[in-house]
């Protein structure tokens, strides 16, 4: 499946567990020798009352992750075509919290992607040593880079949306340092878990243009948690309106959040069935 071109390898627990190990989802993502995805998404039975599933995902580099929101949507579709669930809306358990992914009736989905975080130790980022700079009602943190041989520094904006983001705002997406930064970024130490590098170029209130360089995966075509970030980050620093036009390589998503700390964010976008079919995995370790 695909959301906007962040494509995904959908996998169907709810009859039993795989038992696949970091190298086999790692085997399932190789565009080579195996599937080919960005990330590969997991259907497991509900984990406790009032959850309708359990959402496991996996980066292309094997390694678990909390949070993927381009995946959320083609989540409940997924489990809608496989006639797991006939509910418009489900409600999801994820490593980074509780989700609910919802069709609508266009044959987008919207999910609620709860509230951003922004205790940077629950992002976690060590800010130790450093002096932001304020912006908005907000801050931005200087992180130094090793870039083209010289040392950088690049202001970023940090939070969490179940899973880390620094945000950053470029002149211009299409030329921005991207491949060249955004491993820096994503590996930085000031970042224990790592990081997804987003880098924003702002158009209106209403509209923004997005490149994000993803922990474990590299950039993508999209990133549905990173257009949250991107966003709730612009509305803190005082440069967007409360809906906003995410556009990206891969496609459009329309980004919501009130600017209330408690609000949750709300992400539409596509969600497609690219095909269906069976595989023979390799044994492994």
Same mark, same amino acid.
């Given at each position: 499946m695909q959301g906007a071109g962040n494509d995904f390898v959908m996998l169907d627990e709810t009859r039993g567990s795989l038992g696949l190990t970091t190298a086999q989802y790692r085997f399932l993502a190789d565009r080579h020798f195996g599937v080919g995805a960005d990330q590969i998404l997991t259907v497991r039975p509900s984990p406790?009352?009032?959850?309708?599933?359990?959402?496991?995902?996996?980066?292309?580099?094997g390694g678990e992750v909390e949070q993927c929101g381009n995946g959320a949507r083609c989540f409940v579709r997924f489990v809608r075509e496989q006639g797991l669930t006939a509910q418009d809306t489900v409600r999801v358990k994820t490593l980074g919290g509780i989700i609910e992914p919802r069709m609508q009736a266009d044959g987008r989905v919207t999910v609620d992607m709860g509230a951003p975080v922004f205790a940077l130790d629950r992002i976690p980022f060590n800010a130790?040593?450093?002096?932001?700079?304020?912006?908005?009602?907000?801050?931005?943190?200087?992180?130094?880079?090793?870039?083209?041989?010289?040392?950088?520094?690049?202001? *970023?904006? /940090? &939070?969490?949306? =179940?899973?880390?983001?620094?945000?950053?705002?470029?002149?211009?997406? #299409?030329?921005?340092?991207?491949?060249?930064?955004?491993?820096?970024?994503?590996?930085?130490?000031?970042?224990?878990?790592?990081?997804n590098a987003g880098f924003m170029q702002v158009d209106s209130r209403s509209q923004v243009r997005l490149r994000v360089y993803e922990r474990g995966a590299g950039e993508t075509l999209a990133c549905g948690t990173g257009a949250c970030a991107a966003?709730?980050?612009?509305?803190?620093?005082?440069?967007?309106?409360?809906? *906003?036009? /995410? &556009?990206?390589? =891969?496609?459009?998503?329309?980004?919501?959040?009130?600017?209330?700390? #408690?609000?949750?964010?709300?992400?539409?976008?596509p969600a497609t069935t690219v095909f269906s079919s069976e595989i023979d995995i390799p044994d492994l370790p």
């Open positions: 406790a009352p009032g959850i309708d599933f359990e959402y496991v995902i996996h980066n292309a580099d130790d040593g450093l002096l932001p700079e304020t912006a908005g009602s907000w801050q931005k943190w200087p992180l130094a880079l090793a870039v083209s041989a010289h040392e950088a520094t690049v202001l *970023v904006a /940090v &939070l969490s949306m =179940g899973n880390p983001h620094a945000v950053q705002l470029v002149d211009d997406v #299409d030329t921005a340092q991207v491949a060249e930064a955004g491993p820096l970024i994503e590996q930085h130490p000031r970042f224990p878990r790592r990081v966003v709730v980050a612009g509305i803190r620093l005082g440069l967007l309106d409360s809906r *906003v036009e /995410v &556009l990206t390589r =891969g496609g459009q998503l329309t980004i919501e959040w009130t600017g209330m700390l #408690d609000a949750s964010v709300l992400m539409t976008g």
